[in-house]
């Protein structure tokens, strides 16, 4: 499998340009430059920067120079820290990964959706095709259903062979359906070419890292379930990871593993052993990867409640 160079060991910095109230202050004070030379500080080598379309295009679908204004500053803070850069399109017009917080739906449908996706990565390619081997392109986060995936991989060529024209190297991400999860690599299409990598995110399993959850029917809220509860080994993780390691040597391709994390309910102790368990498997197989998250968000990893673990933490990433 190929080699995830520049890739392999990454931080989120999720709640800044998606998932957000989209409010100037917001923008301008949830991520800072300072913020990227800490993350540096903890031998990371790349930063994936979530962003919405609506950050960077107006209601018209013209684009909007004050937002590309952060992925330009975070490109540049990345540099000046000896990072790479995964910009990764969280919410496109037309579809949303988050059923219950977003109106956006119709994409996969509509040639009108689909020709302004295709639209805004061409100028993604534009703006920062050309800073490649340190920067690359995750095509959208988390494809939900499953009927989707036929029109996805149709959509998926389109889009990388426009992008291609402008960046002919630039090294692109695709995901899945059910969420990017990891057996449902396989369902996608061979990769456009050697630059095109497969995408996966796990938080398996997710009745540990997720208990809590608010936001989700797939959890009830008041359970609760410690690390050894959950039957969480390499094993485990060889299993689950298998179909995609399968199609990623079957295609001389690498595989990514763009979001993973443990919930802020979980106590420290277990985060580590979640940590120590799945990160030796993604080592074992060359598997790059950004955890989930940065801070705050309800997995923030720089948060005060992880403080008597951070350090052997962030040696397990």
């Not at 999860?181 to 997710?206: G, K, R, W």
Request: proline share 2%; aromatic share 14%.
């Amino acid at each position: 499998m190929k080699e995830m160079i520049g890739f392999k060991k990454g931080i989120n910095f999720g709640g800044w340009l998606s998932q957000c109230n989209y409010e100037k202050k917001h923008l301008d004070t949830f991520i800072t430059e300072n913020d990227f030379k800490t993350a540096a500080s903890w031998g990371i080598d790349h930063i994936r920067v979530p962003f919405d379309y609506n950050i960077l295009e107006n209601s018209d679908g013209s684009f909007n120079e004050e937002g590309f204004a952060y992925l330009t500053m975070a490109v540049n803070a990345c540099k000046a820290n000896g990072l790479n850069l995964i910009l990764d399109l969280h919410k496109t017009a037309g579809f949303s990964f988050d059923y219950y917080g977003e109106s956006e739906s119709g994409f996969f449908d509509s040639e009108e959706y689909q020709e302004r996706f295709y639209r805004l990565w061409e100028e993604m390619a534009r703006r920062y095709g050309s800073l490649t081997p340190n920067v690359a392109f995750e095509l959208l986060n988390e494809v939900t259903d499953e009927c989707f995936i036929d029109a996805w991989n149709r959509i998926v060529k389109v889009c990388i062979g426009r992008i291609r024209k402008i960046a002919p190297d630039i090294l692109i991400l695709v995901g899945s359906y059910h969420n990017n999860s990891a057996d449902t690599v396989q369902f996608l299409d061979e990769p456009f070419d050697e630059n095109v990598i497969y995408n996966m995110h796990c938080y398996e399993p997710l009745k540990f890292t997720h208990q809590g959850a608010y936001w989700t029917d797939a959890i009830i809220p008041e359970e609760r379930m410690a690390f050894e509860e959950s039957i969480t080994s390499e094993e485990y993780f060889e299993e689950l990871f298998s179909t995609a390691i399968a199609k990623a040597e079957k295609y001389s391709t690498g595989l990514y593993c763009g979001e993973y994390g443990c919930i802020d309910v979980v106590s420290p102790e277990d985060t580590l052993k979640w940590y120590r368990t799945i990160n030796s498997v993604f080592r074992k197989h060359d598997i790059g990867r950004a955890a989930w998250n940065y801070k705050a968000m309800d997995f923030g990893l720089s948060d005060d409640r992880l403080s008597e673990v951070h350090d052997k933490l962030i040696e397990l990433l």
